[in-house]
């Protein structure tokens, strides 16, 4: 009976903070959901129909959209933890001004999103920094495109950009709990670098970098500041897409239903991430 | 060939040899390191200072690498003529409060996640991320439609409450590492000298989780700042505050110049803040309270 009373008293514990993000966030998801299919209509009046999801899922746009995201999604995830894990070996190792130079990498953490992507932006820009060199240079003719670019380059090194630290200190996290015996047990036993890094270093930070790419993907599949700054005229992300619609177009109906279809993937997407996860640490038993 | 005379000659054994190829390595893989971060991050910000001081009579225009000529001009007009002023105000009036608030909504939660066992923890400490993992723009236009309905959008209150939305899930992950970290003797020798609950609170768990607590509000802090969803659909045309400012030079009217000036006004606090604080923020609060979903 006290035990109950205790787990009772820990949950009344939890109310604030839990309870306050499950009021906002869940009344959100709620109210998009219901909207997607005509409930709580704030146009018109309201009844229970699949017209929005059909209209939206059989017009091309919405399909370039959401494998627009995907792919952003997809490669600014591989693309930070390409240039992060490197880094984060480096780290490891240490050595003389280790110190500054972290603080330095941190920068970009601090800067706030929008921040990031204009400051990119000076740099890749038709006439910026980058094609001034590369024309100084004499390595092309012309200035290339690389913002507001139909693949969207420009969005995926803004992303990267900006959030490099943040992967970098999961991954170093990671990085550090490997022990010191097990490189060297490695190193005795003949393990050559790629060996080590393949068969030591990869695994045993697996976790941290599935969560940093499942965190990133998440982020840069439904970013909408940095689309709307660097992105292209067509394809749109999902996220200004859906903007646009509520907005400009009124249709809050149809918005919602592209607002579910994020909801679902970023929840498909965390559950694979625990199934991952499941099976990574089975590994290691 | 070379190589083996130049061994014989040597008295140096080959160990040590190689032991300082390989710290002449290191330094020179550090100093390849060093010198393409600081252009990582520091061309961009370099560039940007140029950007706010081109003197409008003297356009930098294409060929040239650096502005002709410098002048405060850009300064001056983005203070005079846009309401960067109002929204520095509003900005930094909000942060403050939604820290505060996001501490005392946290505290209890992190308490019960750090120190109790109950049923369904890895549930709650999921569902204390979904902040940050819910695309911003959705949850953005849809609480909307929820605040609008409790009269709180276009509301100073609604925007407090939505900043603090943003920054409870680093206050709680932060703040449950830091409680998890308690040892368990220091509270039952407590317990055991008769220490009362409020006496426990003050001597033990506060003092304890200040280093935690001060890197959660960084962390909502800076969350607060550069909040721009939820401030772009809630709170504009009535509240502005930096983000939303920036984003009006950057969508249908792009003044870089003007942009400049609002994004150099934006970091500059932030990364100040992030040099002062950097010996508190050990990167492994970030990496122990995100590390794991």
């Known amino acids: 009976m006290k035990k109950n009373k205790g787990l009772l008293g820990s949950y009344l514990l939890l109310i604030p903070g839990v309870g306050f993000i499950l009021l906002f966030i869940g009344s959100s998801i709620f109210i998009t959901v219901a909207q997607s299919f005509g409930l709580f209509s704030i146009t018109g009046h309201s009844s229970l129909t699949l017209e929005n999801w059909k209209t939206i899922l059989s017009m091309q746009e919405s399909i370039d959209s959401l494998l627009f995201s995907l792919k952003m999604g997809v490669l600014s995830s591989i693309g930070t933890i390409v240039v992060a894990f490197p880094i984060a070996l480096y780290f490891r190792k240490g050595g003389v001004g280790k110190g500054m130079l972290g603080s330095i990498i941190k920068i970009p953490l601090f800067i706030p999103a929008l921040v990031a992507a204009f400051l990119i932006v000076n740099l890749l820009s038709f006439h910026g920094l980058i094609n001034s060199l590369l024309l100084a240079l004499r390595i092309i003719k012309e200035p290339l495109r690389m913002l507001n670019d139909r693949f969207g380059w420009g969005i995926v090194l803004i992303q990267i950009w900006k959030n490099l630290p943040f992967v970098l200190l999961i991954v170093m996290a990671s990085i550090a709990s490997i022990r010191d015996d097990t490189i060297d047990a490695a190193k005795n036993l003949g393990a050559g670098y790629w060996s080590i890094l393949l068969r030591i270093y990869i695994p045993l930070a697996m976790p941290g970098i599935l969560v940093s790419m499942i965190l990133m993907f998440i982020k840069a599949f439904g970013d909408f500041p940095i689309f709307s700054v660097a992105g292209p005229v067509y394809p749109t992300s999902l996220s200004v897409r859906m903007h646009l619609m509520a907005t400009l177009h009124q249709e809050w109906d149809k918005a919602a239903v592209i607002g579910v279809i994020i909801f679902v993937t970023t929840f498909i997407v965390i559950w694979l991430y625990s199934r991952l996860g499941e099976l990574v640490e089975g590994d290691e038993s | ?293």
Request: hydrophobic share 55%.
């Open chain 2, 1 to 293: 060939m070379t190589e083996v005379k130049q061994l014989k000659s040597d008295p140096t054994p080959l160990h040590l040899i190689i032991e300082k190829r390989k710290k002449r390595f290191y330094i020179l893989l550090t100093l390849f390191f060093g010198l393409v971060q600081l252009l990582w991050v520091g061309v961009p910000i370099v560039m940007a200072v140029m950007w706010s001081l081109v003197d409008p009579a003297n356009p930098w225009s294409f060929p040239d690498m650096f502005p002709p000529s410098i002048s405060p001009h850009q300064w001056q007009y983005v203070f005079k003529y846009t309401n960067i002023a109002r929204a520095l105000k509003t900005s930094y009036a909000i942060a403050p409060i939604a820290v505060v608030l996001s501490f005392i909504l946290s505290l209890p939660t992190a308490y019960v996640m750090g120190r109790k066992n109950i049923p369904g923890k890895k549930i709650f400490m999921l569902v204390v991320l979904l902040p940050i993992i819910m695309p911003g723009m959705v949850v953005a236009l849809f609480l909307s439609r929820v605040f609008t309905s409790f009269g709180l959008s276009q509301s100073f209150f609604g925007l407090v409450l939505a900043h603090t939305l943003m920054g409870i899930p680093y206050m709680i992950r932060v703040l449950t590492t830091s409680f998890q970290a308690i040892p368990q003797d220091v509270i039952d020798a407590a317990e055991n000298l008769g220490a009362t609950t409020f006496v426990k609170i003050k001597d033990i768990f506060l003092p304890m989780i200040r280093p935690g607590l001060l890197a959660g509000m960084i962390f909502a802090f800076t969350a607060s700042i550069e909040e721009f969803n939820l401030t772009f659909i809630i709170g504009t045309p009535t509240f502005e505050t930096i983000p939303t400012i920036l984003f009006s030079f950057m969508g249908y009217n792009f003044i870089r110049t003007n942009a400049s000036v609002v994004a150099l006004i934006m970091m500059t606090p932030n990364i100040i803040m992030l040099f002062i604080v950097e010996r508190f923020l050990k990167s492994d609060y970030l990496a122990a309270s995100l590390g794991k979903m």
